[in-house]
């Protein structure tokens, strides 16, 4: 992933005539940190992970950029995203600079009393390089507003209430209405744009999902309200499919416990890897 976000951006870069130095500077984080996590499971057993946080630049304003909770996280991986997190900030005129990280860890074979210490532990030793004008995280893959408020939470034990030490938070900790769907509208907004330049409109496409998390569920829901037929979804689990549409709110309510969408009654399942095609 690294490479690939390289490559972009230097075919951006000769488009405006980088020198080389500037493209130098322009990828190099100013500073990645990996620290080890030694926590106890709830049966009492040492569990080991590794936490990352690349902090790429902070020419704009304080870094910003999320959290992902994940088994294949690595620094090459966070390094990327953070690279991303800067490129997107400019490109959109916000005063942030960009950031990414994560834990190497699967919370799908995790309690919720393991997740917490995990991400105690975590801040406690990233505490020094975030805060509101440093660098902010946020939810991204497998970390929600819960985890968020473990963090402002963790945070505040050390340096005094600071609720703006991370987006994505529970409204009754401060967090910000519509933050939950926000990306998956986002998406909903891109492809209203597109359509409306091809001089077309929702009810004249069928749309196929992959992924069914924050942004996926929610980008579905607003796609199928505002007139598409979600034929297709895909998680980590399977796919389901239903030529006529797939009623999103159910399935939707058929996940709420995390379980994936395989197995919804109301579609016909296949192997989520073909939702591309």
Request: aromatic share 6%.
């Amino acid at each position: 992933m690294l490479s690939a976000s390289h490559q972009f951006f230097n075919k951006a870069a000769d488009v405006l005539k980088l020198s080389d130095p500037i493209r130098d500077i322009l990828l190099s984080p100013v500073r990645s940190v990996k620290v080890e996590i030694v926590v106890e499971d709830d049966e009492g057993k040492l569990c080991h992970f590794t936490g990352f946080r690349v902090q790429h630049n902070q020419a704009r304003g304080p870094m910003k950029g999320g959290l992902r909770y994940h088994p294949h996280v690595d620094e090459d991986h966070a390094t990327a995203l953070a690279n991303l997190m800067t490129w997107k900030t400019a490109v959109v005129d916000l005063p942030y600079g960009g950031a990414k990280g994560g834990i190497n860890c699967d919370p799908r074979k995790m309690s919720e009393a393991e997740l917490f210490r995990v991400t105690r532990r975590f801040i406690e030793q990233m505490k020094d390089v975030i805060g509101p004008t440093k660098d902010i995280p946020a939810p991204d893959v497998n970390t929600n507003s819960k985890i968020m408020g473990w963090i402002m939470n963790e945070y505040s034990k050390h340096a005094g209430f600071a609720p703006a030490v991370v987006t994505g938070k529970p409204l009754e900790l401060f967090g910000s209405k519509g933050r939950t769907a926000a990306t998956g509208r986002g998406v909903t907004d891109v492809l209203a744009e597109a359509l409306e330049e091809k001089g077309r409109s929702f009810s004249d496409i069928t749309v196929a999902v992959q992924g069914f998390g924050n942004v996926g569920s929610n980008a579905a829901r607003l796609i199928a309200e505002h007139g598409a037929k979600v034929v297709a979804v895909a998680d980590h689990t399977g796919g389901v499919s239903r030529e006529d549409g797939l009623d999103i709110p159910a399935l939707i309510e058929s996940t709420g416990g995390h379980e994936g969408v395989k197995g919804f009654p109301e579609g016909d399942a296949f192997d989520g890897a073909q939702i591309i095609t």
